[in-house]
Nanobody, 127 residues
Framework: QVQLVESGGGLVHGGETLTLSCVAS????????LGWFRQVPGKEREGIAC?????????YEPSVKGRFTIRRDNAKNTIFYLQMNSLKPEDTAVYTC???????????????????WGRGTQVTVAS
């Protein structure tokens, strides 16, 4: 059974760092482009980061570029991460990981670009 499970969410204060993990089961991640999305109530789920399976290039949504980093765990081909530095209250959202075999990561992506999804983890940033 193909499954993605996020962990690492929680409550932090502005300026702090949080790292989210996404663990895959039922498949390995090397053949997939990886992505992270976030959603706040009343808004569409937005792509914020992706990592291309083809050449390892990354693409970030402008508001997180320079603060967030998506990366694979090269030792464990079933985990990838989103490191979030200098967190701001406006980063508060439900964060969801996703993977897709075909998506080329020429942009952070939309929900239509990814086929497999986790269930999400809440990140709350207090001011």
């Amino acid at each position: 059974q193909v499954q993605l499970v996020e962990s690492g969410g929680g409550l932090v204060h502005g300026g702090e760092t949080l790292t989210l993990s996404c663990v895959a089961s039922g498949f390995t991640l090397d053949a997939y482009t990886l992505g992270w999305f976030r959603q706040v109530p009343g808004k569409e789920r937005e792509g914020i980061a992706c990592l291309s399976k083809r050449d390892g290039t990354t693409n970030y949504e402008p508001s997180v570029k320079g603060r967030f980093t998506i990366r694979r765990d090269n030792a464990k081909n079933t985990i990838f991460y989103l490191q979030m530095n200098s967190l701001k209250p406006e980063d508060t959202a439900v964060y969801t990981c996703a993977t897709d075999f075909f998506f080329k990561c020429t942009s952070p992506g939309t929900k239509r670009d990814f086929n497999y999804w986790g269930r999400g983890t809440q990140v709350t940033v207090a001011s």
